[in-house]
């Protein structure tokens, strides 16, 4: 399985980017697909993510601005970041999982096995 994400660059304080992420090689539908980004110095974290059942989880941060939408037929997720803000600077990771036992989007990255290689996002105030 291959994950390919890309739309990331950059982008002004208050304006917008979408991120799209591919997956490959995957014999079923993949379960779970989300987003993490990391910033020089800190740790993953999730910034949003989907299952394949609908449910959906935002990291408080995004909320009200980044919006996570999925094509379950072409097993795509998308991202679409507005009001972005250098806050959000980061290396955006595409990340998924088909493990089916689990209901609610995992938040920690180990629960992933699946990872793409990443897409620089930087935001100038």
């Known amino acids: 399985v291959q994950l390919q994400a890309s739309g990331g660059g950059l982008a002004q304080a208050g304006g917008s980017l979408r991120l799209s992420c591919a997956a490959s090689?995957?014999?079923?539908?993949?379960?779970?697909m989300s987003w993490f980004r990391q910033a020089p110095g800190k740790r993953r974290e999730l910034v949003a993510g989907?299952?394949?059942?609908?449910?959906?989880r935002y990291d408080d941060s995004v909320k009200g601005r980044f919006t996570i939408s999925r094509d379950s037929a072409k097993n795509m997720v998308y991202l679409q970041m507005n009001s972005l803000s250098a806050e959000d600077t980061a290396v955006y990771y595409c990340?998924?999982?088909?493990?089916?036992?689990?209901?609610?989007?995992?938040?920690?990255?180990?629960?992933?096995?699946?990872w793409g290689r990443g897409t620089l996002v930087t935001v100038s105030s």
């Open positions: 090689g995957v014999v079923s539908v993949m379960n779970f």
């Open positions: 990340a998924g999982d088909s493990n089916p036992g689990i209901g609610r989007v995992p938040v920690r990255s180990d629960a992933y096995a699946y």
């Open positions: 989907t299952s394949y059942g609908g449910d959906i």
